[in-house]
Every structure is written in C-alpha cells, then in structure tokens.
C-alpha cells in the first residue's frame, strides 16, 4: 500500500467520526470563502457610483478643441489618434470651401467613403458614399473629438482627389 493513501475505514469508529467532522468543518469553511470570494471579486468589477461617475466623465472627454477655430478654408486631415496612418485608426480629410466640406473617411490600408455636407461650428454635417454598396446616409461628426493633424500625405490627398471628382460614385465638391 502507498504511504500516502490514507483509509478512513482503518480507524476505529470514534476517530472516523471525528475525521468526518473535521472534513465537514473545513468543506463549510471552503464553502463560505468561496462565497465571500465571489463576492468581493463581483463587488471590485463594478466600480462605485462614485468612481463610476469619474469613469463617465473620463470617457466623455473630448480629445482636443479646434485650433484656429474657425477653420480656414483648405484641405484639413483629423484622426481618432494624434499621428497619421496608424492602422485600424479613422481618419478623416476634407476640403472646406466657406461651410461646405467634401471628402473622405478612411483607415490606413483600407477602403474609404466619401462625404460631402456643412461645418457648422466644430460640427460636420455630411452626406456619406459607403464604397462598396454605393449606398448613401446621412452623418454627424464632432471634431472635437479628433484630433487635428497638421501633415498631410500624397495619399490622403489622392483620397480627397477621388472623393472631390464628379461622378456617380464620389462625393460631390459643393
């Protein structure tokens, strides 16, 4: 027999109670730390109201305010990050003429939809070609929650090249 296999028939009948007992005591004992566990651990997922609060404001914090706000007319470019072409960021370029927009938003190494509408204040509201089922919806953008990017590349002005030529498929330049 194994030195560490352990058979409670081998004890007399008050030591089998008493180990009974004891196994039952420390399962009980297992039993309510796995509760009080389970609670804590629920407790510390869900932030206090008080916390949460903050959590909220935090996230409904705007990225930046516009600089130079009005825009100047011209070619602007604006993305969910402060550097260009970080993969799986949006981004979006446009051409303000007086309050009309037209232009793109895009991911780097991907597709793009154009767009054409009005910048009222820091808000644009656009017209939107999805690229692939040519479909067309209407959008607002907040820039404030972009933030601006003052180098624009060859490529993202080949994108608003594409999305300001009149066609059938493409924004339209107001």
Known sequence: ???LTFNILTLPIEG???YRRRLLYLLSLLVALNGWMAHTLRASAQ???QRQSIEIKAQSAVAVS???YPLKEGVHLFGRARV???LQTEYLVFRMTRNRVVGAFFMPSSS???FSGTMDASKLTLTVVESYEQQTY???INLNQYYPIPSISDNDLRILDVCATPSSHTAQEP
């Open 16 to 18: 089998r109670q008493w």
């Open 66 to 68: 516009l600089p130079n």
């Open 112 to 114: 793009f939809d154009c």
């Open 47 to 49: 932030p206090s109201p």
């Open 1 to 3: 027999m194994n030195q």
């Open 84 to 86: 260009p072409a970080q």
């Open 138 to 140: 209407d959008h607002s």
